[in-house]
């Protein structure tokens, strides 16, 4: 199937794989609208940015699949797999898409809880008596 574009993308901990094929605009999250799975206009308008960059607003049906994470980073995942797939499906979509920074995976991660310590960062209470 030649009609169909297949990328992953990732934020934090949530993973998107992301399907995209000829259509009229739709896009399902989980076997749900979009608006239905994130609540409504929660950050909405940014995984249609990538279309909107590329001018291929409502060419493209979106099928994903989304894990782990919340909701945020899912959004965010969602679009940097919704890049991905435009730029499978046209290699000259590439310039507009970089210079927007939507092609660049967020390496922002969650910083590990030390020894001796109450989290990342955050010390136990310190008593002097």
Do not use: C
Not at 50 to 78: H, N
Not at 83 to 91: D, H, T
Not at 107 to 114: D, F, G, I
């Amino acid at each position: 199937m030649a009609d169909r574009f297949y990328a992953t993308g990732k934020r934090k901990k949530a993973v998107a794989r992301v399907w995209i094929t000829p259509g009229t605009g739709k896009v399902q999250v989980n076997k749900m609208t979009a608006e239905d799975y994130f609540g409504g206009t929660f950050q909405t308008h940014k995984f249609v940015k990538p279309f909107e960059v590329t001018e291929t607003t409502e060419q493209y049906d979106v099928l994903a699949t989304l894990t782990g994470g919340g909701k945020s980073a899912q959004v965010d995942a969602l679009t940097h797999g919704i890049s991905r797939a435009l730029l499978e499906a046209n290699a000259e979509l590439r310039i507009p898409l970089k210079r927007s920074g939507l092609l660049t995976r967020d390496p922002r991660n969650k910083e590990r809880k030390k020894y001796g310590q109450k989290g990342a960062r955050a010390k136990f209470q310190f008593s002097k008596r």
